[in-house]
């Protein structure tokens, strides 16, 4: 709307360098959505979950299930009209209308949050728990000539904790942050912490631990993100999108297939299925968090070895009808065909992300509820740098020699086809490596119990915690 901020003239179509200050105000943008994405993302999900006011009792599972299984919904029916009714807003009306018409719903969900506050279930904010990892890998460390004690669970510090006997046998190392060498000089005579860079809780030492158990099912999920990322834009392109009469698909909308097929499978899943599972199974929840999120990973390896085969069939038509150098040119193939990969995608998406961060929130204590989002929302962005590392070696290793990069620019001389098998290959290796961590994991309380068991302040009984 600002004439000064923008490098092109519209009316005339020229557009000249940008100068330091339209980068400055546009960077300032992307960081300032950045910051907001990385605040909200992480504690919307936990903070809905604590409106749920869970208490003990037999619906607390499925009452948690399917409110995430609803969340993950929301989004993707978020995703369908940003990707559909904005777009084409932003097409067909321009930009100011288009960047104006999010800017007003991002003030209308600001405004409707601050008018609900006074009904909200807040729960107050403890200590740091970065600073808290990082005092207990510290203490850890300065108590590393310490011997454990394998009886006397006395010398372990409880702090408030009343009902944490002692620490898990898993990652025994970091149990000597909370061994107290000198009650004298470590307690004050309330009991409290003299030094927290001295000593620390049982609490915290199993916090720290519960967030390195979940590393490795964590990076299993980071590639199953690096594999819905494709070229569909450009091979829509070469193709033939019509699809009644005149109207044409835009070629970016494919995306859109897959956020309706997540957006049904989840209903689908959370009311019909999930009872029938729970009838024959006995669990609440249906499937557990590990077996949804192992579905998922099995429909990306599917989806992918789709997406070889129709990838490899266009090429062929258009070198067949003489479109080798013409890569704008369209061939006399559907567009339709790029349908089943996205439709696979969406029941990927169905299952695996929802199942992580299922697994993720029922891993962690309840003080760690925003935390465990979070952790997903990171490995999104780190799937990104993934995905961008990726695809730049693939590109320079093809190249080499003089060679046509398998990613060229020209999809019909590249080997786009070649690039899908890779990350088949690699998803398939992921798959297995997914196994691998569930068979290190070992049957766990959390595939069939529930985070509702915890009691009113808000504790994790550590002693049940797996130690694999």
Not at 198 to 207: A, K
Not at 322 to 349: C, K, N, R, T, Y
Not at 392 to 419: A, C, F, P, Q, R
Request: hydrophobic residues 45%; proline residues 5%.
């Amino acid at each position: 709307m600002v004439p000064s901020l923008r490098p092109c003239e519209t009316l005339v179509h020229i557009c000249n360098s940008a100068t330091a200050a339209q980068l400055a105000v546009l960077f300032l943008a992307l960081g300032l959505i950045s910051i907001g994405a990385g605040c909200v993302r992480p504690c919307s999900i936990a903070f809905g979950a604590d409106q749920l006011a869970i208490k003990e009792n037999s619906n607390n599972e499925r009452l948690l299930d399917s409110y995430f299984n609803w969340y993950y919904t929301s989004i993707g029916v978020s995703s369908i009209i940003a990707l559909s009714v904005i777009v084409y807003i932003q097409e067909n009306l321009g930009w100011k209308i288009g960047f104006g018409v999010p800017a007003g719903l991002m003030f209308i969900s600001a405004l409707s949050f601050v008018v609900g506050s006074p009904l909200y279930v807040k729960v107050k904010p403890r200590s740091s728990l970065l600073t808290s990892f990082v005092r207990v890998a510290v203490v850890a460390m300065k108590n590393r000539k310490l011997s454990v004690p394998d009886s006397n669970f006395d010398q372990y510090y409880q702090g408030n904790d009343k009902e944490l006997m002692f620490p898990t046998d898993s990652l025994r190392f970091l149990n000597k942050a909370c061994i107290i060498r000198n009650p004298e000089s470590d307690l004050n005579p309330d009991g409290s912490i003299k030094d927290p860079w001295s000593l620390c809780t049982v609490g915290q030492v199993e916090s720290l631990k519960s967030l390195l158990r979940v590393l490795p099912m964590w990076t299993t999920g980071i590639f199953m993100m690096v594999s819905t990322s494709n070229f569909s834009t450009l091979q829509a392109k070469t193709m033939d999108r019509r699809l009644f009469g005149n109207f044409k698909i835009p070629a970016g909308s494919f995306t859109v297939i897959m956020i309706i097929t997540l957006s049904i499978v989840i209903p689908i899943y959370d009311r019909i299925l999930v009872p029938i599972l729970a009838r024959y199974t006995g669990q609440p929840r249906g499937f557990s968090c590990k077996v949804r999120m192992g579905i998922g990973l099995f429909f990306v390896c599917v989806a992918k070895a789709t997406s070889v085969a129709v990838e490899t069939m266009r090429r062929n038509k258009a070198i067949q009808e003489g479109f080798a150098d013409q890569p704008d040119a369209m061939i006399g193939m559907s567009a339709l065909w790029l349908v089943p990969e996205f439709v696979l995608l969406g029941f990927a998406e169905s299952f695996n992300p929802v199942g992580q961060v299922e697994f993720f929130y029922t891993y962690f204590p309840k003080t760690m509820s925003s935390f465990a989002m979070a952790l997903f929302t990171l490995g999104m962005a780190a799937a990104d740098v993934v995905g961008s590392s990726l695809v730049s070696i693939v590109d320079s290793v093809s190249s080499m020699g003089g060679n046509e990069s398998w990613l060229s620019t020209n999809i019909n001389k590249g080997h786009l086809n070649y690039y899908y098998a890779l990350v088949t290959c690699l998803g398939v290796i992921n798959f297995l490596y997914f196994l691998a961590v569930c068979w290190a994991y070992g049957p766990s309380h959390h595939d069939h119990g529930s985070r509702g068991k915890e009691d009113d302040n808000e504790q994790c009984d550590y002693r049940e915690l797996p130690s694999s």
